[in-house]
């Protein structure tokens, strides 16, 4: 692929938006990642997603398919997910076939000294092995990442072991990454007497590794493996994830539930989702800052819980009240407490915006923060 090739501009492009957004991630001034545990939980699937683009990338040194959401998400439409998770799981198999790379590189040579032509055909098996390799290592986002535990404590007024939970799911439809993360407390007798101590806080003698893979109770743990990947499309409202999550477990009572939508992604000359945006950004100097990232946080949180009621005849386990802000129209169409919409841009491109008296305009209720010279600047 060629500097001025569509499929490298993109790669380069977006290749720089992830890595701009990680360094947002680790800005200890990051208005929104503030908190250690939200910014090393992003950081896993931004990892994921840029792993995912070397592997797309490497993939078309020997398979000319791939498509991108060009007029929506920006991001790769659903089917090469899907083709990536299929690889990932015939990697071995497939590598076992394809010569080491230190034997492909000696038959390039040879082929090279002896034809004085490009060897196409050992190229390809290259590509296809670093293809391989990469994707073998599963660290790509697939359709969907399944849950893992990354915190539990206990609520002192409830005295239940609470666990933070984390999984993440390429949507099919808007050909979106999301992530999510939820605040679950757990009422399960056997879970409360083994990890709630005598003093009320979390019982020091019984040890948990974490992350642990999956919910922390293991007699929920598949179960809720199936509900997450069952209801993380992006169509659902964060209210109504968290809802089904509070009808589908009795003893799971779920406090919080955290969504973030990465992207649109925008990219000049190539996505064409926003005439405005790529006519400004058609007129950046260097591709490779010629883009514009963002993303929405959703959160909903639970106001209150309603107790179980047992009668002689009927039962009803204990349930919550998620807040919903009506007061906010956006809050209330997403079905959210609260919500935060942010923007990321290298700052020649914001320049451009600025300069053409478009940024007021296009930035209008989001959070910009401008990648220059490696650090963030934010509430510009």
């Given at each position: ?35 250690d ?20 990338r ?140 005598p003093?009320?806080?979390?019982n ?10 999956g ?80 993303w ?10 309603q107790?179980?009621?047992?009668g ?15 007061d ?52 510009v």
């Amino acid at each position: 692929m060629s500097a001025n090739d569509p499929a490298t501009r993109y790669f380069e492009a977006i290749a720089s938006a992830l890595s701009g957004l990680d360094v947002f991630l680790r800005d200890d001034s990051s208005p929104l990642y503030r908190h250690d545990l939200i910014a090393k939980v992003m950081g896993e699937y931004i990892g994921r997603l840029e792993n995912s683009f070397t592997s797309w990338r490497n993939r078309l040194g020997f398979m000319e398919s791939f498509r991108i959401s060009r007029a929506e998400s920006g991001f790769p439409v659903f089917q090469n997910v899907l083709e990536l998770e299929n690889d990932r799981s015939s990697a071995d198999k497939r590598l076992a076939a394809i010569p080491e790379p230190e034997a492909l590189r000696a038959e390039m040579a040879d082929f090279i000294l002896r034809q004085k032509a490009m060897p196409h055909a050992l190229r390809k098996a290259m590509a296809e092995r670093l293809y391989l390799e990469q994707v073998s290592s599963g660290q790509v986002f697939g359709p969907f990442i399944l849950p893992k535990t990354i915190r539990v404590s206990v609520n002192p007024k409830t005295q239940r072991p609470f666990y933070v939970v984390h999984w993440g799911a390429f949507d099919g439809t808007a050909n979106l990454p999301l992530v999510y993360m939820a605040t679950l407390e757990d009422s399960s007798d056997g879970l409360v007497r083994q990890l709630v101590g005598p003093d009320g806080k979390l019982n020091e003698k019984v040890p948990v590794p974490l992350p642990v893979d999956g919910l922390l109770n293991p007699e929920l743990a598949h179960q809720f493996d199936d509900f997450a990947e069952k209801n993380s499309a992006y169509t659902l409202t964060p209210t109504t994830i968290a809802t089904n999550l509070d009808k589908d477990f009795e003893t799971l009572h779920p406090k919080q539930l955290r969504r973030v939508v990465l992207g649109p992604f925008y990219s000049a000359g190539i996505t064409e989702h926003n005439s405005t945006v790529q006519e400004v950004l058609s007129k950046v100097r260097k591709p490779q800052n010629a883009w514009l990232l963002t993303w929405t946080v959703q959160e909903v949180f639970s106001k209150a819980e309603q107790p179980a009621k047992r009668g002689l005849f009927s039962r009803q386990p204990a349930r919550e009240e998620f807040y919903i802000n009506t007061d906010d129209l956006e809050a209330a169409r997403m079905g959210v407490s609260s919500y935060e919409k942010h923007a990321l841009i290298p700052h020649e491109a914001y320049q451009a915006l600025y300069a053409a008296g478009e940024a007021q305009q296009i930035f209008s209720g989001y959070q910009v923060h401008i990648i220059s010279n490696g650090q963030v600047i934010t509430d510009v």
